[in-house]
């Protein structure tokens, strides 16, 4: 039998904090406070964010690998791929890379296709954009050639019926 394999967690000091506030400003216009949070990032540059005092107490009581939500991926070139999760928390008050979808657009998206989108908020080439219908936050996506190329993970995906 083989050995799961560990990630090394690594807990963000204040300042590192406060670079990963200024890659989500950078890319999606949005300030987002993370200095409430515990956040901590894995050996693949995956970012979780949890209260203070849950990630203390689990932090005690046994050994950790992942804890709290997870937020989104660093990209090289200061990018941020958000999660689902990570776009309702940022998108709030998001005022560029935003890709707004019609009705049949979303539907395509959420079964795993690449969409054109409605209208692109600020949209730049070869960044991430979030994904958005109506008020719904429906992940990240790579822009490229005015297009959304689809990026939602296969567990999130709507099956064909």
């Given at each position: 039998?083989q050995?799961?394999?560990?990630?090394?967690?690594?807990?963000?000091?204040?300042?590192?904090?406060?670079?990963?506030?200024?890659?989500?400003?950078?890319?999606?216009?949005s300030?987002?406070?993370?200095?409430?949070?515990?956040v901590?990032?894995?050996?693949?540059?995956?970012?979780?964010?949890?209260?203070?005092?849950?990630?203390?107490?689990?932090?005690?009581?046994?050994?950790?690998?992942?804890?709290?939500?997870?937020?989104g991926?660093?990209?090289?070139?200061?990018?941020?791929?958000?999660?689902?999760?990570?776009?309702?928390?940022?998108?709030?008050d998001?005022?560029?890379?935003?890709?707004?979808?019609?009705?049949?657009?979303a539907?395509?998206?959420?079964?795993?296709e690449?969409?054109?989108?409605?209208?692109?908020?600020?949209?730049?080439?070869?960044?991430f954009?979030?994904?958005?219908?109506?008020?719904?936050?429906?992940?990240?996506?790579?822009?490229?050639?005015?297009?959304?190329?689809?990026?939602?993970?296969?567990?999130?995906?709507?099956?064909?019926?």
């Amino acid at each position: 039998m083989q050995a799961e394999k560990v990630r090394s967690l690594e807990i963000l000091t204040k300042e590192q904090i406060e670079k990963l506030e200024k890659i989500v400003e950078k890319n999606y216009g949005s300030h987002f406070d993370l200095q409430q949070f515990f956040v901590l990032k894995t050996s693949e540059d995956k970012m979780w964010i949890a209260t203070k005092e849950v990630a203390n107490m689990a932090f005690e009581k046994i050994p950790v690998n992942s804890i709290g939500l997870y937020l989104g991926k660093i990209k090289r070139n200061d990018k941020i791929n958000l999660s689902v999760e990570g776009c309702q928390l940022v998108g709030k008050d998001a005022k560029k890379n935003v890709a707004l979808l019609d009705e049949e657009a979303a539907e395509r998206f959420l079964h795993g296709e690449d969409v054109m989108p409605k209208e692109a908020v600020n949209c730049e080439e070869h960044n991430f954009v979030m994904v958005k219908h109506e008020g719904d936050f429906l992940g990240s996506s790579p822009f490229e050639g005015k297009k959304i190329k689809n990026m939602l993970p296969k567990s999130r995906r709507l099956a064909i019926l």
